[in-house]
């Protein structure tokens, strides 16, 4: 159980292009999903905090224009690269977390690396 | 003092030896507590999570947790070569909702 998928696992676009990632919960509905960055050799960090229905929290310093960020549903998240630049070329990673029951347990995607030319 | 703090490491035992990764953390509040694995070019993997006090075993691994100290340790008996990745520990924040992650440990078994 507690199975994440991410869509496309791998992406290379030209600069300027957007970009659109998909975040699956599978066989769970995530009350809360979390997107994060992670370039080579360097710990994760996390870009935004979305729930459900509402708009979602992004973490100083990330762009909320540049990275859009919709939860419309219990299992789907979309995370969009707009006018994407080489420098956002990195390894974006989304997480679900169940949340009933007071479970915090956060369960990963398998990773979507862009790369932009 | 960073919130969760690990020894990056690279922490190296040889094959079938006992792996042991620490973390401490500095919220006392702290409730709940996940290590993850990551191997080079591949996202997390929950290995375990450990909500109370003592030793909380799974296969190979084994978790400990000692609230008092603010510290959490993850014991890989046996380790084996495909044990070799990163190893993140993560502390549930309760006044913010989100995971704190230390910067990982690199862990290396060697043949």
């Known amino acids: 159980g507690a199975v994440v998928s991410q869509h496309p696992s791998r992406v290379i676009c030209k600069s300027g292009t957007s970009v659109k990632i998909e975040c699956r919960s599978l066989d769970f509905q995530a009350t809360t999903m979390f997107w994060y960055r992670q370039f080579p050799k360097q710990s994760l960090m996390l870009m935004a905090t979305?729930?459900?229905?509402?708009?979602?929290?992004?973490e100083q310093g990330v762009e909320k224009d540049k990275f859009l960020i919709n939860h419309a549903s219990l299992t789907l998240s979309t995370l969009t690269v707009t006018s994407a630049h080489p420098e956002d070329s990195s390894f974006y990673i989304c997480s679900a977390r169940p949340g009933q029951g007071g479970d915090n347990t956060q369960y990963f995607g398998p990773g979507t690396r862009l790369t932009v030319l | 003092q960073k919130e969760v703090e690990q020894n990056s490491g690279p922490l190296s035992v040889p094959e079938g030896a006992i792996a042991s990764l620490n973390c401490t953390y500095s919220?006392?509040?702290?409730?709940?507590f996940f290590w993850y694995r990551q191997y080079s070019g591949k996202s997390p993997e929950l290995i375990m999570s450990?909500?109370?006090?003592g030793d909380k075993e799974d296969g190979r691994f084994t978790a400990q947790l000692n609230k008092a100290s603010q510290y959490v340790s993850l014991l890989i008996r046996d380790s084996q070569p495909s044990d070799s990745a990163t190893y993140l520990c993560?502390?549930?924040?309760?006044?913010?909702?989100?995971?704190?992650f230390g910067q990982g440990t690199t862990l290396q078994v060697k043949p």
């Open positions: 979305s729930n459900e229905g509402s708009k979602a929290t992004y």
């Open positions: 450990i909500y109370s006090n």
């Open positions: 919220d006392r509040g702290s409730q709940s």
């Open positions: 993560a502390v549930y924040s309760g006044n913010t909702g989100k995971l704190i």
